[in-house]
């Protein structure tokens, strides 16, 4: 059997470990490129959202490198997503690809049943190599997103700020290569520490908070880059969504790690009051959780034509209006262009700055006073 998956950010990485844990041969889907995009885009329907048009890409250029197992996630609920295996399944199959899709549905908190169907995905392997797997996959998963998180808050302080990018991409692949949950552990370390001690500029940096879809914010291809953007315009941004996060409450219950999830849709609950799919709850929730912590402004990310992000961008202009903090939205397709995207975040981040000097004037602390 050789395996392969969709292609979501850095996730690849601990998706390899655990597959190979299971004794599965493993063709990951290359880097997201253009040649990615134009496959998807010629086979999806052309109202379909962003992300399904790189899946489609994705499988392609694996199924031509010899996968014949297509491993994918489901889902429930008024999002889309649900349909996403099955249409793709029909359209690869329409194609003349031979292949066996499996649909792993998230347990909801009941961990036994995802260890059952990993369990049924490699057969060669035993509940207890299986476990192993998940625990390795899972290290290098927390791992890597600590010196996600490490780049989010240094990267804007940085001096030198490709040395700092060449530091996060090598401690990437020493990770990837890694056999161990020793060896991952030291290299996440080292790289860390060599991360914290590059030279920083004292200055005070904007801080900016990144809701919406999981997948457009977990995927640079699909967002033309927008946390790396910022940062290069010195924007320390924090996402309101990483995969361990939802791993941590929606596998395992919030029992790995303490989850702000409950509180995150209590927050919503002013302003959207039910669920809309997706992650519309979420975004609504998080903007106000990134306003208490005294963020300066957000960036809602989402695919064109997304219900749930719809439904949360028409609720966030009264919710940055009560709370006073600056909103801006932007939708992702294929036509979406590098350039203007970076034109749209320099205005939005010269304007945050703007605003935070007037706040911090002398004149208007003395006329508020």
Same mark, same amino acid.
């Given at each position: 059997?050789?395996?392969?998956?969709?292609?979501? $950010?850095? +996730?690849?990485?601990?998706?390899? !470990?655990?597959?190979?844990?299971?004794?599965?041969?493993? #063709?990951?889907?290359?880097?997201?490129?253009?040649? !990615?995009?134009?496959?998807?885009?010629?086979?999806?329907?052309?109202?379909?959202?962003?992300?399904?048009?790189?899946?489609?890409?994705?499988?392609?250029?694996?199924?031509?490198?010899?996968?014949?197992?297509?491993?994918?996630?489901?889902?429930?609920?008024?999002?889309?997503?649900?349909?996403?295996?099955?249409?793709?399944?029909? =359209?690869?199959?329409?194609?003349?690809?031979?292949?066996?899709?499996?649909?792993?549905?998230?347990?909801?908190?009941?961990?036994?049943?995802?260890? *059952?169907?990993?369990?049924?995905? $490699?057969?060669? &392997?035993?509940?207890?190599?299986?476990?192993?797997? @998940?625990?390795?996959?899972?290290?290098?998963?927390?791992? =890597?997103?600590? +010196?996600?998180?490490?780049?989010?808050?240094?990267?804007?302080?940085?001096?030198?700020?490709?040395?700092?990018?060449?530091?996060?991409?090598?401690? *990437?692949?020493?990770?990837?290569?890694?056999?161990?949950?020793?060896?991952?552990?030291?290299? &996440?370390?080292?790289? /860390?520490?060599?991360?914290?001690?590059?030279?920083?500029?004292?200055?005070?940096?904007?801080?900016?908070?990144?809701? $919406?879809?999981?997948?457009? @914010?977990?995927?640079?291809?699909?967002?033309?880059?927008?946390?790396?953007?910022?940062?290069?315009?010195?924007?320390?941004?924090?996402?309101?969504?990483?995969?361990?996060?939802?791993?941590?409450?929606? /596998?395992?219950?919030?029992? *790995?790690?303490?989850?702000?999830?409950?509180? #995150?849709?209590? %927050?919503?609950?002013?302003? *959207?009051?039910?669920?809309?799919?997706?992650?519309?709850?979420?975004?609504? $929730?998080?903007?106000?959780?990134?306003?208490?912590?005294?963020?300066?402004?957000? #960036?809602?990310?989402?695919? /064109? !034509?997304?219900?749930?992000? #719809?439904?949360?961008?028409?609720? +966030?202009?009264?919710?940055?209006?009560?709370?006073?903090?600056?909103?801006?939205?932007?939708?992702?397709?294929?036509? %979406?262009?590098?350039?203007?995207?970076?034109?749209?975040?320099? &205005?939005?981040?010269?304007?945050?700055?703007?605003?935070?000097?007037?706040?911090? %004037?002398?004149? /208007?602390?003395?006329?508020?006073?």
């Amino acid at each position: 059997m050789k395996v392969s998956f969709p292609h979501m $950010g850095h +996730l690849y990485i601990p998706l390899k !470990t655990l597959f190979k844990g299971l004794k599965l041969e493993v #063709i990951a889907p290359p880097p997201i490129s253009q040649k !990615t995009m134009e496959l998807g885009v010629k086979y999806s329907p052309e109202f379909a959202c962003l992300p399904l048009k790189i899946n489609m890409g994705n499988f392609i250029e694996a199924l031509e490198q010899g996968a014949d197992t297509i491993v994918m996630a489901g889902g429930w609920g008024p999002c889309r997503f649900g349909y996403y295996a099955q249409v793709e399944r029909e =359209i690869l199959q329409e194609l003349g690809y031979d292949f066996k899709m499996v649909v792993l549905e998230a347990p909801d908190s009941r961990i036994s049943e995802l260890l *059952l169907q990993l369990k049924a995905l $490699g057969e060669k &392997a035993s509940v207890r190599e299986a476990y192993k797997a @998940i625990r390795f996959a899972w290290k290098k998963l927390v791992a =890597i997103e600590k +010196l996600e998180k490490t780049l989010e808050y240094c990267l804007p302080r940085a001096i030198d700020k490709n040395y700092m990018e060449t530091v996060f991409e090598r401690a *990437l692949q020493a990770i990837d290569e890694a056999e161990s949950q020793q060896e991952v552990e030291k290299i &996440a370390q080292e790289s /860390l520490r060599e991360m914290e001690k590059s030279p920083c500029k004292g200055a005070e940096v904007l801080k900016i908070g990144l809701v $919406g879809e999981i997948y457009t @914010i977990l995927e640079p291809a699909s967002n033309c880059h927008v946390a790396r953007c910022l940062g290069r315009l010195d924007a320390q941004v924090s996402r309101s969504i990483y995969v361990s996060d939802w791993v941590n409450d929606h /596998l395992f219950g919030g029992y *790995l790690r303490k989850s702000n999830h409950k509180q #995150i849709i209590q %927050s919503s609950r002013p302003y *959207l009051n039910y669920e809309v799919g997706g992650h519309g709850r979420e975004t609504v $929730g998080s903007t106000v959780d990134f306003a208490r912590r005294d963020y300066n402004g957000i #960036i809602q990310i989402a695919p /064109l !034509t997304c219900m749930p992000e #719809i439904v949360a961008q028409s609720i +966030l202009g009264k919710v940055s209006e009560e709370i006073e903090i600056p909103c801006m939205t932007l939708y992702f397709d294929e036509h %979406s262009g590098a350039a203007g995207v970076y034109t749209r975040l320099e &205005a939005f981040v010269d304007m945050l700055q703007r605003k935070k000097n007037l706040s911090s %004037s002398p004149l /208007l602390l003395e006329a508020r006073a």
